[in-house]
């Protein structure tokens, strides 16, 4: 194996290690909530399995022990031999926990070298401590002990003429895969017909016995007894093999027997329906996808740049009538062929939210638990698609909404009964197309945010004046907890700390071309609401020319475009400004903010774009409007580097670049103070 397949080895392992552990905590979760159902230990048993085979062919031996120590218990609980209990699922979280750390010392992100010996040590002894001994399934018996849905099949098969026959195979004590031959001998049975049951389910057994493995197969076809015997002995490690021919009267003469909880073999028929509605997935490294994304925005330059021509050309003269026609046709397929290639290409690149709001259970739980809080968390739109970037991009962000929900929205139970409310509290986690764009809602029904206390704070930190206080409006006052620093708590929190970070989330979110807002009502609880685009690649943006320069803006930072004459603009504190429905809204002229020489025209009115949010508005004062369309962002290079209040470039159809406006950034340096 060379070093470049063993890398590609590794990544695909990574890849189904993240898939599993996501899984396994899911699974762990609706085990607590829901108590015990066969699907959701069964999905964990298989987990564990998966995880177990996978790590030990790569060589990872404490995550191979600690997953082996796992399935072991999770197979005690699927035969009744352990109940599921409180203790239970905190160490299996446990586990859960160290086999994250294990992941990110494969990944090479932690240096550290885990101890997992006091782990395994505490699996056994609650193994050993807890098991039902006297509700141990007796394994001889189960040749009689068959669930009414495998008698069922076994009946239907009779009835179709086919021969059903138990097969009890003996795989050699020699063997160090004995796991995997059962595995071969249920697939060639198949192969030849149907099986209807094994006992033990292939997946529970476990590889380094020393003992020879027994099995027996219900098995429906066509075969007679010698032939199925004779085809099986031949089978590689196969020791022995006995075929009894099943009677009608076999199944029925047992229905008094005891049925063992031993898991039941899909038939072929069934098996390829679960199969035919799982989502058939393939994995595409964003290396390339960022490639084909590049490349959409290439395409998109050249057709924006042949509209471009064909314009100039029909302004030149009417005698290239036909010549232009065609050149329109071209255009025109070009853009349907470039729309359809970017939204293939986009689609490859969005992926359900859910992956991004799995997360939030267990860390909902834990924190709940630390805080000593009842706390149901909801969860709503989880198949809203946004691209994989923005995905990882937005988790912080609302990590710390929720944790500020639970640590400072959320009351203690007997503060709620107090107030009428229920003792648990809620915390609602929702997503939704809206337009091109994906709003996402945090909320909770706890104590909501009081305006006067945020304004008390703020005079004390010295972020606004006393005289200045009665001139903000609630909601003004409100989102002065974006401020950095800020905070009302009254003592340090080791979950969100002293609401410093509020000013972070903010600057993130609009990093990414996003809006934050908030509803709250004192009493009611509190609203987050998050306004992010679908990709961070191409976007939709208004052009706007200074001088002979053209800039563009993006279109989810603009709330509206108006016309002001002289007299409607007036002045405060030497700096204009206009009164737009009762709110004073400064003016900025993009002029000053990046010295373009302004000029002179006989207009009788200012073009104003208004930016921004309805608490925080600035009017960008330009020459005139260009009209909108889609742009392909272009980073400036390391050459360039980062200037202020430009997010990017792009290049126009003329084959001039445009720059991008970071609207945040411009709001920062150009906001009034009152």
Known sequence: ???????????????????????????????????????????????????????????????????????????????????????????????????????????????????????????????????NKHVAPDIKKSRHALSIFVKTKIGEAQEKGAIVCWVHVTISKDSIIKGARAHVVFK????????????????????????????????????????????????????????????????????????????????????????????????????????????????VIDQTRISQVEQNLLRQSESFNESMEELGQISDHLSRVISELQGSVMKARMLPIEQLFNRFPRMVRDLALTLNKDVELVIEGKDTELDRTLIEEIADPLIHLIRNALDHGIEAAEDRIMKGKSPKGTITIRAAHEDNQVIIYVEDDGSGIDASKILKSAIQKGLILEAEAGTYSDKEAIHLIFHSGFSTASSVSDVSGRGVGMDIVKSHIEKLNGLIDIHTEVGKGTQFKIRLPLTLAIITGLLVKLNEQTFIIPMSNIAEIIRVTPHEIQSLRGESVILLRKQIIPIVSLHDQFRIEKKSNNKNYTQLVIVGTAEKRIALAVDDLLGNQEVVIKTLGSYIGKVDCISGATILGDGRVALILEISAVIRQNQLTT
């Open 188 to 299: 060639n049975l198949n192969d030849w017909g149907e099986v209807l049951f094994t006992d033990p389910s292939p997946d529970s057994i476990e590889e380094g016995n020393d003992n020879a493995l027994e099995i027996s197969y219900v098995f429906a076809g066509n075969k007679t007894a010698d032939e199925i015997k004779s085809y099986v002995a031949s089978m590689i490690e196969v020791v022995g093999v006995e075929v009894d021919l099943f009677s009608s009267e076999s199944s029925s003469s047992e229905d008094a027997a005891p049925e063992p909880a031993i898991a039941v073999e899909q038939s072929p028929e069934n098996s390829f329906e679960t199969r035919s509605n799982k989502n058939q997935t393939i994995r595409v490294s964003v290396e390339r996808l960022e490639d084909l994304m590049n490349l959409v925005g290439e395409l």
């Open 1 to 131: 194996m060379t070093s470049m397949s063993l890398s590609e080895y590794k990544q695909v392992f990574l890849e189904e290690l993240e898939e599993q552990l996501e899984l396994i905590d899911e699974c762990i979760l609706k085990l607590e909530q829901d108590g015990r159902t066969d699907l959701v230990i069964q999905n964990l048993f298989r987990a564990a399995h998966t995880l177990k085979g996978s790590s030990a062919t790569m060589g990872f031996e404490s995550m191979k022990e600690l997953t082996h120590e796992m399935e072991h218990l999770l197979d005690l609980v699927r035969h009744d031999r352990m109940e599921v209990s409180i203790g239970l699922i905190n160490l299996l979280f446990k586990s859960l926990d160290l086999l994250k750390v294990l992941k990110n010392e494969i990944e090479g992100t932690d240096q550290t070298v885990s101890n997992i010996l006091p782990l395994l040590a505490e699996l056994q002894a609650f193994a050993s401590e807890k098991t």
